[in-house]
């Protein structure tokens, strides 16, 4: 990692704050709110997209960093929504507290095993409003960032499997709780490919 910095001259700054943000991830519980949430995708998703643009070599610009966090956002959520029983078993839970408390739901909730029909269907409601979110996110990466160049496309291809994995979890959604969502490995490929081939994310 050393080596790459000096190799690129990245700047230090998107690494520290992603690493600063992932302390969260060791037990602190839920996010306050939605705010809450999408800083922390874009400190530590969003960090590693301005990183790989940078090692890309795509200048930077008042566009670049808008669109790495709004990457970042949009995959964060994607990958997080899908790991939900990993990380809330690690106790640290990729969901705003304000919007479980409409239902009625705390944290304490998440450690009834199995949880409760009630901490499912709010997990449930608040998920689609999160993907809701992402999926405005992931918009606005597709509209704004061939302003980057064609540089920027290998660094963003990962946003290719959102959709997918937010249809996955729609099929999961019964059970997110209590199983990973996964995409199937040549399933990730062919969808890659296809984003590469279309010139698209």
Same mark, same amino acid.
């Given at each position: 990692?050393?080596?790459?910095?000096?190799?690129?001259?990245?700047?230090?700054a998107?690494l520290?704050?992603?690493?600063?943000?992932?302390?969260?991830?060791?037990?602190?519980?839920?996010?306050?709110d939605?705010?809450?949430?999408? $800083?922390?995708?874009? !400190?530590?998703?969003?960090?590693?997209?301005?990183?790989?643009? /940078? &090692?890309?070599? =795509? +200048? *930077?610009?008042p566009?670049?960093?808008?669109i790495?966090?709004?990457?970042?956002?949009?995959?964060?959520t994607?990958?997080?929504?899908?790991?939900?029983p990993?990380?809330?078993?690690?106790?640290?839970?990729?969901?705003?507290?304000?919007?479980?408390?409409?239902?009625?739901?705390? $944290?304490?909730?998440? !450690?009834e095993?199995?949880?409760?029909?009630?901490?499912?269907? /709010? &997990?449930?409601? =608040? +998920? *689609?409003a999160l993907?809701?979110?992402?999926?405005?996110?992931?918009?606005?990466?597709?509209?704004?960032w061939?302003?980057?160049?064609?540089?920027?496309?290998p660094v963003?291809?990962?946003?290719?499997?959102?959709e997918?994995?937010f249809?996955?979890?729609?099929?999961?959604?019964?059970h997110?709780?209590?199983?990973?969502?996964?995409?199937?490995?040549?399933?990730?490929l062919?969808?890659l490919?296809? +984003?590469?081939?279309?010139?698209?994310v």
């Open positions: 990692l050393g080596d790459a910095i000096r190799r690129h001259a990245l700047d230090r998107p520290h704050s992603a690493i600063e943000a992932r302390l969260f991830d060791i037990g602190r519980g839920l996010h306050a939605e705010a809450t949430l999408a $800083a922390y995708f874009g !400190a530590t998703e969003g960090s590693i997209f301005a990183l790989g643009l /940078a &090692v890309a070599g =795509v +200048a *930077a610009t566009q670049s960093d808008p790495a966090k709004a990457a970042g956002r949009a995959y964060g994607a990958r997080a929504l899908s790991r939900l990993v990380l809330l078993d690690k106790g640290g839970f990729p969901l705003p507290e304000n919007r479980l408390t409409e239902f009625g739901v705390t $944290a304490e909730a998440f !450690a095993r199995p949880p409760t029909r009630e901490t499912r269907r /709010a &997990v449930q409601a =608040v +998920a *689609a993907r809701t979110s992402a999926l405005r996110d992931l918009g606005e990466v597709r509209q704004d061939r302003s980057l160049g064609d540089k920027a496309l963003l291809l990962p946003l290719a499997l959102t997918p994995y249809a996955a979890q729609h099929s999961n959604r019964d997110m709780l209590a199983r990973i969502t996964e995409l199937s490995p040549l399933g990730r062919w969808r490919w296809r +984003a590469h081939r279309r010139r698209t």
